[in-house]
């Protein structure tokens, strides 16, 4: 088995991320690698928070004490990490599609881990997730791949959210680079020579909630409201800016990687320059199987 356990996917939002991470897990598939993948949206993602409320010990039991006919169900599908209580959300209403949970799951969303109202709040618990996901993965037999969580997600709700100075969220990524460096950790990147051009044709393939979402999210909070950045030039202009800090973050944190020039080749090439990286960093040696 190759040292390596970890194959991070990233890229701003239309880079084709899900496409490139899928090519990922299908090469490993071929060369009889265990792998496993998980990409954005994934409730049962092992490093992320999907769909997930937060509750220190005293929030929790007021939330219990006010919801009291869901007492059991909601205990039932608590997680209690110390003093923090977590309750997914999601998966909650997909277990109980005949129960009237609207108001509740509605509720538990406006507690979820990414609103939570500190950054450094999110920052704690977002470590404990790796840290926790880094002990189970490493007894793990197999190469998980991850998209977005590395780079994007933290990066979205420090910066556009919260508004945190740059050098604060690129402590916190480092932070993470150093929790993952057990299982070796290997990230594909794939840079946008036109962000606009990628949110655009993003755009137009996708629903026009996916649009509106995002002019909400980054005009409408710390780093639009700082920026007077307004529609959807300001969604574009916020992922010109975080593809510059996402760069200077890969080629200062301490793994390896790939950039993919998306512009520079079609994408029968980069996956040719993409197997021939992996074949290296993960010692793919055997021929891939017919099966």
């Known amino acids: 088995m190759t040292p390596c356990k970890l194959v991070l996917v990233e890229g701003i939002a239309g880079s084709g991320k899900t496409t490139t991470a899928t090519f990922v897990k299908r090469l490993l598939d071929r060369h009889d690698v265990p792998s496993r993948l998980f990409c954005e949206g994934d409730l049962d993602h092992p490093a992320d928070f999907e769909s997930v409320a937060h509750f220190d010990g005293p929030e929790f039991e007021a939330f219990l004490a006010n919801h009291a006919p869901y007492r059991h169900l909601l205990e039932q599908h608590a997680v209690t990490e110390g003093a923090d209580h977590f309750l997914p959300y999601r998966k909650l209403r997909g277990d109980y599609e005949g129960v009237p949970l609207d108001d509740l799951v509605a509720e538990l969303a406006r507690r979820d881990v990414y609103e939570t109202p500190r950054a450094s709040t999110y920052c704690r618990l977002a470590t404990a997730r790796w840290q926790h996901f880094v002990a189970e993965a490493h007894r793990r037999q197999e190469v998980t791949v991850l998209e977005t969580c590395f780079l994007q997600n933290p990066l979205t709700v420090l910066l556009g959210k919260h508004n945190v100075p740059v ?17 070796q950790p290997v990230l594909v990147y794939l840079q946008q020579r036109h962000p606009r051009a990628t949110l655009e044709r993003a755009d137009a393939e996708r ?55 998306t512009d520079a080749r079609s994408w029968d090439e980069n996956q040719r320059v993409l197997a021939a990286f992996l074949g290296s960093v993960l010692d793919l040696t055997t021929s891939p199987s017919t099966n």
């Not at 050098?167 to 299982?183: E, G, M």
């Not at 710390?222 to 510059?244: C, D, L, P, S, Y």
């Not at 890969?250 to 990687?257: F, K, M, Q």
Request: no cysteine.
């Open 167 to 183: 050098s604060n969220a690129l402590d916190h990524i480092h932070t993470i680079a150093k929790v993952v460096q057990p299982l």
């Open 207 to 261: 629903p026009q909630a996916w649009k509106e979402f995002l002019i909400t999210y980054f005009t409408q909070q710390g780093w639009g409201k700082a920026t007077g950045a307004q529609g959807f030039e300001g969604v574009i202009a916020f992922h010109e800016m975080r593809q510059r800090v996402e760069l200077q973050v890969i080629h200062s944190a301490d793994l390896d990687y790939l950039i993919v020039d």
